[in-house]
């Protein structure tokens, strides 16, 4: 038989995970695989860019959802488990299948795919596919994309050492047009620890003027509060400056943020979210995997 869609894998991945041990997602392509009864021919199907087959990209997707919706959990890189909100969905005699409009039960996965929320969703019977023309199709399903990249962006960061995220943040800077070059940024950002200062940037080659910066590798769970911020700008007063940045992979509370917003300071707030969008737009840490380009008609080309 052909490769089942990805939608078509949600139940069956989920129920492997039933028994609560760990899983690794190579073991689950062939669980799957066998499952499913696929030949080596079906399993060895690309996608039409050759880069990856059909099982590991649909099965791939399949996980990212249920992840998402909280289904299961990832308990280090690639290996899954399933979460007692998951135990339940199996558990339930009358639920044979998974699907996308099912998983809209759930927030975090309407978060996530950025669409409409759980009421919305309820209040309709018509799928997402058939209600979007194939433009909005591309667009929401890039978003997803991104917003799956970003997620294993912020993973990759929480498990590399500080001095990494020194070096993440010195390239993004740069990269952007501030801290004149590599090695000025990087010198100055390399002298933490001065009075909750974590370096001293250019916002211009010349170094017409200078940003402060405070950069914290925090779980991205947690919340930067407005004592946090607070103790930035006394810090900053200190230096008797008037601007700058703090770079946190975490959050920031909405009170955090009306405060930075207050004061006379100009005080730019990045948190993990808006760091990822910032590395995504400058390919810091990112690159190309695959190109689309899509085409208009050139009227002026058939004007006689």
């Given at each position: 038989m052909a490769v089942p869609r990805y939608q078509d894998f949600?139940?069956?991945?989920?129920?492997?995970?039933?028994?609560?041990?760990?899983y690794r997602l190579q073991d689950l392509y062939v669980l799957l695989a066998d499952y499913f009864?696929?030949?080596e021919e079906d399993t060895a199907e690309k996608l039409p860019s050759g880069k990856q087959t059909l099982l590991v990209n649909r099965i791939g997707w399949a996980?990212?959802?249920?992840?998402k919706a909280g289904l299961i959990m990832v308990v280090r890189?690639?290996?899954?488990?399933?979460?007692?909100?998951?135990?339940?969905?199996?558990?339930?005699p009358s639920l044979t299948r998974i699907d996308r409009m099912y998983l809209t039960k759930y927030e975090n996965?309407?978060?996530?795919?950025?669409?409409?929320?759980?009421?919305?969703?309820?209040?309709?019977?018509?799928?997402?596919?058939?209600?979007?023309?194939?433009?909005?199709?591309?667009?929401n399903n890039y978003n997803v994309l991104k917003n799956e990249l970003q997620d294993l962006i912020l993973y990759k960061i929480s498990h590399c050492s500080p001095a990494f995220f020194e070096r993440l943040i010195v390239d993004l800077i740069v990269t952007m047009g501030y801290g004149g070059s590599v090695?000025?940024?990087?010198?100055?950002?390399?002298?933490?620890?001065?009075?909750?200062?974590?370096g001293i940037i250019k916002e211009d080659v010349l170094g017409l003027d200078m940003i402060y910066l405070q950069a914290k590798r925090w779980k991205v769970e947690s919340t930067v509060s407005r004592p946090d911020i607070q103790g930035f700008v006394g810090s900053l007063v200190g230096k008797k400056a008037s601007k700058g940045i703090f770079i946190t992979t975490a959050k920031f509370s909405k009170e955090a943020r009306s405060y930075a917003e207050s004061i006379d300071k100009r005080v730019i707030l990045i948190d993990g979210k808006?760091?990822?969008?910032?590395?995504?737009?400058?390919?810091?840490?990112?690159?190309?995997?695959?190109?689309?380009?899509?085409?208009?008609?050139?009227?002026?080309?058939?004007?006689?």
């Open positions: 949600m139940y069956p991945f989920l129920k492997q995970l039933e028994d609560g041990e760990e009864n696929l030949t996980r990212t959802y249920l992840n890189r690639a290996v899954f488990k399933i979460t007692e909100e998951g135990l339940k969905v199996v558990k339930d996965f309407n978060e996530f795919i950025n669409n409409t929320s759980t009421t919305d969703r309820k209040n309709t019977e018509v799928s997402i596919d058939e209600e979007q023309t194939p433009l909005e199709l591309i667009d090695n000025d940024a990087g010198k100055a950002i390399g002298k933490t620890g001065d009075e909750g200062i974590d808006e760091l990822t969008d910032l590395m995504f737009k400058y390919n810091v840490g990112v690159s190309d995997e695959e190109v689309y380009t899509i085409k208009k008609i050139d009227l002026d080309f058939f004007e006689e």
